[in-house]
């Protein structure tokens, strides 16, 4: 992970445990949710069609979409449930003294764009 870059994004206590908040890190939209002990960072855009997750429901690591109902896993991003059928992009996540940063996965694929 040497040539990540890091971003910072919130503090780990304005994420309770089972939530999820929206950030933006380099211009993308991402989903920051916490499960457990544990924090992933997704894209907040369905991959199905335009619909910010974070308007969906978190139910331990099954985030829903809103729009169509499609469930992702956000440890890895993978179709549980479609309509979608291409993962969700996952992003780099750690915590330093209780900010939350967040660096871009460099294979992820375009973000979506509205139009
Ligand atoms: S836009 Fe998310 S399932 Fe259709």
Not at 78 to 88: D, F, I, M, R, S
């Amino acid at each position: 992970m040497a040539d990540l870059r890091f971003v910072p994004t919130l503090s780990l206590s304005a994420l309770r445990p089972g939530g999820m908040r929206p950030c933006t890190v380099e211009g993308r939209e991402l989903l920051l949710c916490r499960v457990k002990d544990s924090l992933h960072a997704v894209d907040n855009i369905c991959t199905h069609a335009f619909a910010r997750l974070h308007e969906g429901r978190l139910r331990g690591t099954r985030l829903t979409c809103p729009l169509h109902g499609a469930v992702f896993d956000v440890r890895d991003g993978h179709v549980l449930k479609g309509p979608a059928t291409e993962p969700l992009p996952v992003h780099h996540v750690r915590v330093v003294a209780d900010q939350v940063e967040v660096a871009l996965e460099p294979s992820a694929p375009p973000a979506p764009s509205e139009f």
